[in-house]
């Protein structure tokens, strides 16, 4: 299965590399399969290192909290074992 998490775009490099913040953890992307350009403050879904496409902030907070309670469900689940 796989994922792609919407993240923010905090820096940008070159119009080709990006570091993006996922729920406080940042990383490097690379932005050269994207169809359009983006500027800081933008959300884009990443996938396997790479930015895929820009998405509006309100469904990437909304996937991100989505990502969280089941993050937090699981933990819970973990802890009850």
Do not use: Y
């Not at 299965?1 to 993240?7: I, K």
């Not at 169809?35 to 396997?48: C, Q, R, S, T």
């Amino acid at each position: 299965m796989c994922l792609a998490v919407p993240s923010k775009i905090i820096k940008i490099a070159d119009n080709l590399m990006a570091t993006v913040d996922v729920m406080g953890v940042r990383r490097e992307v690379n932005l050269m399969l994207l169809p359009e350009e983006v500027k800081i403050g933008d959300f884009v879904l990443v996938h396997a290192g790479f930015a895929i496409k820009r998405v509006q902030e309100e469904i990437a907070r909304d996937s991100l909290k989505f990502l969280n309670e089941i993050s937090n469900r699981l933990e819970n689940e973990d802890t009850q074992v």
